[in-house]
Every structure is written in structure tokens, then in C-alpha cells.
């Protein structure tokens, strides 16, 4: 059922310093990322929206009006391409962006009565990909608990990596 790696014939310890690409943790994600992305990508076509765009839209559906700041911190993007996206979904009239009445550098992002629209719509797209993939709902659940118990170790390894 599953890719077999060389990693399968060997122990841990020697696989965990291969420079075999497919013992690699990072490619193993890579492929994997691209792979759900390309799933998504048929269901979001549907709904005229790229993956990137998709994610933008779970964040304000989620808590509504936002800043760009804050939008960028919990799409885990850097400003630089949050702006790009938040400009094109602009363009197709999916949001709005204004400056905040009590600090002018401060850009809010909402959701037009057209992005409002599609939400209904989007609420499709968890289920459909769980079909289209095979996994169970509590397959989803272990992967996303384990991958979010990943980025919390690696970005705290990052962070002590930058103080020394």
C-alpha cells in the first residue's frame, strides 16, 4: 500500500543520516504537500480559487475582519506574499482592503458579500478531499496533529538556532 523507501531496510539510526533523497523528512513533506495541493486543486477550480486564495478565505470566514498582519501570522506568510494575494483576491472581488480608522498603517482585510457567497460552497471541499484521498476522518485528525506537533518542534529548533 505505501511508497517502500530504502529507509524500510535499514535501521533508524543509519537512515537518519542518509543522503538518500528518499529518507529524506523534508522531501517526504515536499511530495506530500504537493500532492494534497494538486488533490485540492480540481475542488478550488470549482470554486474559481486558487489553494493560496482558499486558505486567505478559511482565515476571515474563521474571525472576520483582520489585519494583514495578523492574516500573515496565521497563514504562517511573510507581507511580502500576503500582498500579491490579498491584491488579486481584491481584483476578483472577494475582498476588501482599507486602512484601520485608529492607526492608518494598519491595513484591514474583509470578506466581500461575493467571497460570503462561496463559503457555503467551500464548506464542500474538507469532505470531498477526505473521498478523493481515501483517509478517514481520524486518519486526517492523527496526520494533522502529528505534522502540527512537527512545525512546533522545528520552529523551535529554528528559534534556538538563531539565538546561538
Known amino acids: 500500500m505505501g511508497r517502500v523507501t530504502p529507509q524500510d531496510d535499514r ?21 506530500a ?34 489585519s494583514v498582519k495578523d492574516l500573515a501570522r496565521a497563514l504562517r506568510l511573510d507581507y511580502g506574499t500576503v500582498s500579491p494575494l490579498l491584491k488579486r ?22 470578506c466581500t458579500e461575493r467571497a460570503e457567497e462561496l463559503r457555503e460552497r467551500a464548506a464542500r471541499v474538507p ?8 483517509l478517514s476522518a481520524q486518519e486526517v485528525a492523527r496526520l494533522r496533529s502529528e505534522l502540527w506537533q512537527l512545525t512546533e518542534r522545528a520552529d523551535t529548533a529554528a528559534v534556538r538556532r538563531r539565538g546561538h
Open 89 to 110: 483576491l481584491e481584483g476578483a472581488g472577494l475582498v476588501r482592503r482599507e486602512r484601520a480608522a485608529d492607526d492608518e498603517r494598519s491595513v484591514l482585510i474583509a
Open 11 to 31: 535501521d533508524d539510526e543509519e537512515a537518519a543520516g542518509s543522503l538518500l533523497l528518499d529518507d529524506q523528512l523534508c522531501f517526504a513533506l515536499y511530495a
Open 33 to 66: 504537500q504537493r500532492a494534497v495541493t494538486a488533490a485540492y486543486r480540481p475542488l478550488l477550480d470549482d470554486l474559481g480559487l486558487t489553494y493560496p486564495q482558499y486558505l486567505v478565505l478559511l482565515v476571515l470566514w474563521e474571525h472576520g475582519e483582520t
Open 127 to 134: 469532505g470531498a478531499l477526505l473521498t478523493t484521498t481515501g
